[in-house]
């Protein structure tokens, strides 16, 4: 509908004479119509008039067949009073297309690798983990829905230095059960689920192993498959896992180094292999190999990002933690001396999360204490809140997890507020689900229900510009609005009385915010329930 009263605006603006852009936003409350533009207020200097003089020029020219009235309102805004018979089209729609309402192909089908989590088979998924979880499978979510061919993948680095500081500390710890002398590494890994693993190890195999490769696999094939476990518990599946060591044993990096070897890019210094990152934005060139000839993580990152390309995907997302920022810059700058295009890689940062309960911050996880685990977050606060959470706050922006408040069975709780809502309607309509297809409609007049209508209506807008930005959590905001509209209209009008044609009307209404809500819902990974 924006577009359609963009149009009308450009229309009535080029009888006035005047070329310039136009901006239609929706308005905060429906008595001042459902959309406004400030044009005539950007237009003040242009044309040395009043505001409002402006504005009234442009209303006199303007189309107003799609409108109920246009008024000129304030300094000279221009608000736009919608002729309803759109939102109860769009009703209708709904009622009809149900889960695939919302639902486009913005996409065509163009193939989108998103990479996110890949943390280190190393330990346990922890609450940052969980906040790229919540996020990079929402904005999966969110892509398929809009025509994307999607592609989840989760990159192991299990060909890196920490893989062999796992397997050094897990012999060590072997040692110790064993009675030997032991020597956990400096940069080692002194967890709960280290010793474990030395134990089971100690259980199955004896106390006479010695073999540091054996200790390498079998602590990454249990880790790794532990994180697995633990992410499809969260409502996360991966299509594609990658891992560092094969994608070294195939060759492929190595050819990358032998063809930058090659090139005009790479120059030796004190013995180091760097690559010139700093033509394409980079603070600093970056060693691809050191002076004792390992290779550094840049290396194999920069081959595997190729391989990605390679399989013909038409754009990479990265979701990566908040101490990978200075990445951005060194990773396009690779993909673009190895020939692709940097613009198709595009690196999310999510920033750090503070888990509190009320006013306390919650630093260690009191079981282990290390930082609380995925596991025990949707212990304490549930798989629902856990992940609506995570998602209703931009990825790019510190945030506070509030443990007291994500707990509570009050509206009070969004997650809570946005399911009761969801489960109120199930109730309601398990006593009369009459939904049909109304080709007039005559009772859904009040404010309540105009407000509803419109949230609707807004619904398709909401998918394809949070698809278009990236950005998953306005879909978490925009279903909390709908409950919120939705309890009101509830709280002020009934939908079951004697009335035929007013009940059939108004369980169509809440039908369609059902139906919204779950599809919502499914996006960001959040069950709705029918009861609660």
């Given amino acids: 509908m924006k577009d ?7 229309k009535s603006l080029d009888l006035c004479g005047i070329k310039t852009e136009v901006k239609i936003e929706n308005t905060k409350d429906l008595k001042n119509g459902e959309y406004t533009t400030n044009v005539a207020l950007t237009l003040t200097k242009q044309l040395k008039k009043a ?54 192909n913005i996409g065509n089908n163009k193939k989108i690798n998103i990479e996110f989590v890949s943390a280190n088979p190393t330990g346990t998924l922890h609450l940052g983990h969980a906040r790229g979880a919540s996020n990079g499978d929402a904005l999966a979510n969110l892509l398929s829905y809009v025509g994307y061919d999607v592609t989840r993948e989760y990159y192991v680095n299990d060909g890196g230095n920490q893989i062999n500081n796992l397997a050094y500390s897990i012999k060590a710890r072997y040692d110790e059960l064993c009675n030997r002398d032991f020597e956990i590494p400096e940069d080692g890994y002194y967890g709960n689920d280290i010793v ?87 603070e600093k060139d970056r060693v691809l190999v050191k002076s004792d000839n390992t290779n550094t993580y840049y290396l194999p990152d920069i081959a595997y990002h190729l391989d990605k390309f390679n399989r013909g995907y038409d754009e990479l997302i990265d979701i990566l933690g908040a101490d990978h920022h200075g990445y951005i810059n060194r990773l396009k700058a690779g993909v673009k001396i190895l020939g692709e295009d940097p613009d198709k890689l595009n690196v999310m940062i ?94 859904l007049t009040s404010d309540y229900a105009i407000d509803l209508l419109v949230k609707l209506y807004n619904f398709k807008e909401v998918i394809k510009l949070s698809a278009i930005n990236r950005q998953p959590y306005h879909i978490a905001n925009y279903v909390y609005d709908l409950a919120t509209s939705f309890h009101t209209f509830y709280a002020h009008e009934k939908v079951l009385t004697d009335d035929l044609v007013y009940k059939i009307e108004h369980v169509n209404l809440i039908k369609a915010v059902a139906i919204v809500i779950k599809n919502s819902l499914n996006i960001i990974g959040v069950e709705a329930k029918e009861k609660m």
């Fill in 196 to 282: 474990e693993i030395a134990k089971d190890i100690l259980s199955k195999y004896g106390n006479n192993l010695t073999d540091i490769e054996f200790f390498k696999d079998l602590g990454v094939n249990i880790l790794l498959s532990k994180i697995k476990k633990d992410l499809e518990n969260f409502r996360v599946k991966f299509d594609v896992w990658t891992s560092e060591k094969k994608l070294i044993e195939s060759g492929k990096v190595n050819d990358v180094l032998e063809s930058l070897k090659n090139s005009d890019y790479t120059y030796y210094e004190d013995g180091a292999l760097f690559l010139k990152t700093t033509l394409y934005g980079d």
């Fill in 350 to 443: 999510l920033q750090m999360v503070r888990l509190v309960r009320g006013k306390e911050e919650i630093k260690m996880s009191k079981r282990t204490g290390n930082a609380v685990t995925i596991n025990e977050l949707v212990d304490e606060v549930g798989l629902d809140a856990t992940r609506y959470f995570f998602v209703m706050r931009s990825l790019d922006s510190q945030m506070d997890f509030d443990l007291e408040l994500a707990s509570k069975k009050t509206n009070e709780n969004p997650v809570y507020y946005v399911q009761y809502a969801y489960a109120r309607i199930s109730s309601i309509l398990s006593e009369y689900d009459g939904v049909k297809v109304v080709s007039d409609y005559k009772t």
């Fill in 51 to 104: 505001p409002h003089v402006i504005a009234l020029e442009i209303v006199d020219k303007m189309d107003k067949s799609l409108f109920e009235k246009v008024e000129v309102a304030g300094p000279g805004f221009i608000n736009f009073y919608m002729k309803k018979d759109y939102l109860y089209e769009n009703l209708n729609e709904i009622l009809v297309k149900l889960d695939e309402y919302g639902k486009c």
């Fill in 4 to 10: 359609k009263i963009k149009l009308v605006v450009l």
